[in-house]
């Protein structure tokens, strides 16, 4: 739970606590600690956001070295192949160039 969650909580817990007015659908809340919260709110949101961005970018790097490792993957596969054919096409000259003999 994130400091901006366990102030929203407080922030409910001080409207719960709120005194009815008689007569009214209006309550009395403790203005000082909402605006205090309120303040919390302000302050925590900002570190929390630089933590999410930071998240996010750790993810995007990741992201990109698994790209670079399966470009890496596919190129290798492919000499691999050129190396194969190549092979192949050698033993068969070999094999054609003994055989005209």
Do not use: C, G, H, W
Request: aromatic share 2%; hydrophobic share 35%.
């Amino acid at each position: 739970m994130t400091n901006t969650d366990i102030l929203l909580e407080d922030l409910e817990d001080v409207l719960d606590d709120a005194t009815s007015i008689p007569l009214s659908k209006k309550y009395a809340v403790d203005v000082d600690k909402i605006k205090t919260i309120i303040e919390d709110i302000r302050l925590n949101t900002p570190q929390e956001t630089k933590q999410a961005k930071a998240i996010v970018d750790s993810r995007n790097n990741i992201l990109e070295e698994a790209k670079i490792d399966e470009n890496t993957i596919v190129i290798d596969t492919s000499k691999q192949r050129i190396l194969k054919t190549d092979d192949i096409s050698f033993e068969k000259k070999t094999f054609e160039s003994v055989v005209k003999k």
